[in-house]
């Protein structure tokens, strides 16, 4: 099938697959998805699409099997999401004097050393997220680090032994 017959099937059958698939699918996006990826098919396998009336019999058998495949994905996709909307809906607050503290930090901050102590990234790894230098990270990171301390200490929520930081380099790198 050369790319003038391609064109004549896909103007002898676009429209009907297009309602097929709008009766079929949620929303009007789908459907066109689902036509689209028809079509694809149909032009990677030009030289199985048989010619005249059985074109548009094959193109709607390969558009049943392209709706199937994307009720499935959605399907996948729902259930996953339940999953995670599941799992992110378990309450986690933690109302300590910490806590209290560290969500009191400016965003700056409390992104800064999350990425270090809960994600583990170290300051050349933080620079690439962050897109900037490693001497800012490192700037940052120890301003932010220092602005954590004095705000445990202001809230009384220090109690290191003497000479000991607030929280050591290893705690939080």
């Not at 094959?58 to 999401?81: C, D, I, M, S, Y």
């Not at 620079?127 to 120890?142: D, E, P, T």
């Not at 004095?150 to 290191?160: E, H, K, N, Q």
């Amino acid at each position: 099938m050369d790319e003038k017959e391609f064109a004549d099937v896909y103007a002898a059958t676009h429209r009907a697959l297009l309602g097929y698939a709008l009766r079929r699918c949620d929303t009007p996006e789908d459907a066109a998805d689902v036509v689209a990826e028809t079509f694809t098919i149909a032009w990677r396998r030009a030289a199985d699409v048989p010619s005249g009336d059985e074109a548009r019999l094959w193109l709607f058998g390969v558009a049943r099997r392209v709706l199937a495949n994307h009720r499935r994905g959605v399907r996948r996709h729902e259930h996953k999401t339940a999953a995670l909307r599941a799992e992110l809906s378990a309450p986690v607050h933690d109302d300590s004097p910490v806590a209290e503290v560290f969500h009191g930090l400016p965003a700056r901050d409390r992104e800064l050393l999350t990425l270090v102590a809960w994600e583990g990234l170290s300051v050349p790894e933080i620079a690439a997220v962050l897109g900037c230098s490693r001497n800012a990270v490192s700037i940052r990171l120890h301003r932010a680090r220092k602005r954590f301390a004095r705000a445990l200490r202001a809230a009384g929520v220090d109690r290191r032994e003497p000479g000991r930081p607030v929280l050591s380099r290893s705690e939080l790198a």
